[in-house]
């Protein structure tokens, strides 16, 4: 039980900007409530994370975490090579690997209690759109992603808007985007339940959350990952993902 838990926790931290299985269709953006508010809640997030030309200049980025559940001390390392559509994320514990995924050439393999497990191409273009592409929001439009303005409202004492994502299926998900700072407070989805994003911090001139706590009803309590590393647009080996 305690095995299965940690490689949940896995896939519910392998995407901490970008969480839900996305369908690519090139078409424009689509959006079925007031076309301003969606535009001007997406601007002011970008903005605030730090601009587009920033966001766009990243070609990969290295992520380390740590987290504790039920006493066990996890370390998560994730890499996400945009540029070249590769993706690695490894949970370790106690030194072991428990939980393993790489995705590389169009194929992919999730390596966890011992078994490995080839994903479907239908699995690994959603894991590509769904960990690689770091900054989800400036691709929507390629992605073919429909997106709803759903108003706002109070989330633990701050004002924010909703915006609905319709990518189908069980990657249709919730963003909170808080109206004072334009950042991401929040996601929610039936896939990965509740991710708050918290401590924004800057890098590289661009803010990113170095703590995510992750709610599901899958997990007996929330799970708290603390960011320890970033990097940016690194030479990156490509013997790390075999």
């Known amino acids: 039980m305690k095995k299965q838990i940690i490689v949940l926790a896995l896939g519910l931290l392998a995407a901490p900007v970008a969480t839900q299985a996305i369908e690519v269709e090139k078409e424009k953006l689509t959006v079925n409530a007031d076309d301003n508010t969606v535009e001007e809640v997406i601007a002011s997030y970008i903005k605030a994370?730090?601009?587009?030309?920033?966001?766009?200049a990243v070609r990969n980025m290295e992520m380390d975490m740590e987290a504790e559940i039920q006493g066990m001390k996890l370390m998560i390392t994730g890499v996400s090579d945009q540029e070249n559509?590769?993706?690695?994320?490894?949970?370790?514990?106690?030194?072991?690997?428990?939980s393993k995924t790489v995705v590389k050439d169009g194929a992919g393999t999730v390596t966890a209690m011992g078994q490995e497990q080839k994903l479907t191409d239908e699995q690994v273009a959603t894991v590509v759109k769904n960990q690689v592409y770091l900054f989800r929001e400036l691709f929507l439009d390629q992605l073919g992603i429909t997106v709803t303005y759903e108003g706002t409202e109070e989330l633990e004492g701050e004002q924010v808007h909703k915006l609905a994502f319709n990518t189908g299926g069980e990657g249709n998900s919730t963003e909170y985007y808080s109206v004072e700072t334009g950042l991401k407070?929040?996601?929610?989805s039936?896939?990965?339940?509740?991710?708050?994003?918290?401590?924004?911090?800057?890098?590289?001139?661009?803010?990113?959350?170095?703590?995510m706590v992750i709610s599901s009803n899958m997990m007996p309590m929330p799970l708290e990952a603390k960011v320890t590393s970033i990097k940016f647009n690194q030479e990156l080996d490509d013997s790390i993902f075999n």
């Open 49 to 56: 994370i730090g601009g587009e030309a920033k966001m766009k």
């Open 85 to 98: 559509s590769r993706l690695l994320n490894v949970t370790e514990m106690n030194g072991n690997v428990v």
């Open 185 to 188: 407070v929040q996601t929610k």
């Open 190 to 211: 039936d896939a990965a339940g509740t991710i708050k994003y918290l401590d924004y911090q800057e890098h590289d001139g661009l803010l990113m959350p170095m703590t």
